[in-house]
């Protein structure tokens, strides 16, 4: 079942060359911090390029029970009215934040330190996701939490008042830790000081300086140290959010191991903290180019062409380029499986508590289309088959991930025989034109009764 319906099992057969254009839809991490900033300042923020994913609305519904105004226009604009930083009303009913881990943990910083009382839930893949990573750090501002056992959804929170800056190191690579202890800090009095012993997606650091936060960054021995002061007074902005990288990596692979391929994903973020799929295609040999770099918004921006690759080799992924790919994981295991050689994707323990075990989830169904994968608790090698081909033919299960559904069908497109998911409900997250998208490109996705 899909978070909030039917399940819709999908099929995906090989197909042809993938030629054409793929505009695919905008930055999810921006976009829901678009929602979150601009609700914390007052007068109107305006959005162009929102991604009008499941998660994103559902932090847009989040804000309105905060007290903001959020509307779409006709032209496919948004706009927030906000309610300035500590202006945060109590809402009325229990937030629902569907499937999203981001959504749910930055609201939950944003709320902190305000004197109210906020209760969150979200679907079966975000109610076993652990949120004691982002309530430790709130608590040091004040804050409770009651949750479940495991520090789990359902969960309460109780605002601290009049609460004071802190100190935190962040003790795994997480921007949502990070990003949720920044926005309580916003009603903090005095001066927050974030450290992060590995960088991690900066959006919200950036943004926050557009906004007008005084905000630092300096890179020292014991990381990015990030100081905030207090009690800012946010000025509204209009944003132009970046096609998501994330999004752009599923047609990106998708070209590169279907055979006579050419495809141009344009107009994507490259922020060095999220583009470290691509340097490792490149690294094995995907012939995957950059074109007409810019800057938009504050973003490196530059179009993508990826054509087929039929050399590529495995690699050991350096550990330390974990963050800035966390994300394409699963889609570089499908690359890795067509690939000659063994792919290493090793310091990599956070795929397990993402919208589902990552290296579980990927391992099973991999193997299950004939793959070899072997795997611990924070690496996986996955052997690829190379000329050899990847058989294909299994059902796999999407665990309430879209990132698992899409990277299995982009395994169908290039395999010897179909490949099926039992569920492509949750694509709707991050990317709701996927499976038009692909077809568009020559993709053969079906809807089937299973
Ligand atoms: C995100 C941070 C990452 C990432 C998620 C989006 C963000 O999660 O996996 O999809 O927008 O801050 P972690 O902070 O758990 O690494």
């Known amino acids: 079942m899909s978070g909030h319906g039917a399940a819709i099992p999908m099929s995906s057969r090989p197909c042809g060359p993938l030629s054409g254009t793929a505009e695919v839809p905008g930055d999810k991490s921006i976009s829901h911090r678009s929602f979150i900033l601009g609700a914390l300042c007052v007068g109107e923020t305006r959005i162009t390029g929102l991604l009008e994913g499941q998660d994103v609305l559902d932090t847009g519904r989040a804000m309105r029970a905060f007290g903001a105004e959020v ?13 300035g930083v ?17 959504g749910v943990r930055l609201i939950m910083g944003a709320m902190a330190t305000t004197p109210i009382t906020a209760t969150f839930t979200g679907d079966a893949s975000l109610n076993g996701r652990p949120m004691g990573r982002v309530t430790d750090p709130l608590a040091l501002f004040g804050v409770q939490a009651h949750g479940r056992s495991g520090g789990r959804l359902p969960m309460t929170i109780v605002g601290a008042p009049e609460a004071s800056g802190v100190e935190y190191t962040v003790p795994v690579p997480s921007a949502q830790v990070k990003s949720a202890v920044l926005l309580a800090a916003l009603n903090a009095r005095g001066e927050t ?11 919200t650091e950036r943004m926050l300086a ?3 936060a005084d905000i630092s960054v300096d890179t020292t021995e014991a990381g990015r140290v990030i100081t905030l002061q207090g009690q800012p ?66 973003e490196p921006v530059a179009d993508l062409r990826a054509r087929f690759s039929p050399d590529m080799k495995g690699i050991a992924v350096p550990p330390e380029r974990a963050a800035s ?19 290493e994707m090793r310091g990599v323990k956070e795929l397990r508590v993402k919208e589902s075990d990552r290296i579980d ?30 058989p294909g033919g299994a059902t796999c299960a999407a665990r309430l991930d879209h990132r698992i559904a899409m ?30 998208l692909m077809g568009g490109l020559g993709a053969k996705l079906e809807r089937s009764a299973d």
Do not use: K
Not at 197 to 202: H, K, Q, V
């Open 71 to 83: 509307t779409r226009h006709d032209n496919g604009e948004w706009s927030v009215h906000g309610v």
């Open 86 to 102: 500590g202006g945060f009303a109590e809402p009325g009913n229990v937030i629902d934040c569907g499937n999203s881990g981001t």
């Open 193 to 203: 000081r974030v450290i992060e012993r590995e960088a991690t997606r900066d959006h």
């Open 210 to 212: 557009g906004f007008g």
């Open 233 to 298: 007074e946010l000025r509204p902005q209009a944003i132009t959010v970046p096609r998501d990288p994330s999004s752009a990596a599923f047609p990106v692979c998708a070209a590169l191991i279907v055979p006579g391929s050419d495809v141009l994903v344009p107009g994507i973020g490259l922020n060095p903290t999220r583009a470290g799929l691509f340097t490792t295609l490149r690294e094995m040999g995907a012939d995957l180019t950059y074109e007409n770099e810019r800057e938009e918004g504050g």
């Open 325 to 343: 790919m966390i994300d394409e994981y699963p889609i570089l295991s499908v690359v890795a499986a067509f690939a000659e050689g063994r792919t």
């Open 361 to 390: 989830a990927m391992a099973q169904g991999l193997r299950a289309n004939g793959v070899e994968v072997e795997e611990g608790e924070d690496w996986w090698i996955v052997t690829g088959r190379g000329p050899d081909g990847v």
């Open 407 to 436: 990277s299995f069908l982009i395994l169908g497109m290039a395999a010897e025989t179909a490949v099926s998911i039992d569920d492509a409900g949750p694509i709707a997250t991050s990317f709701p034109i996927f499976e038009g």
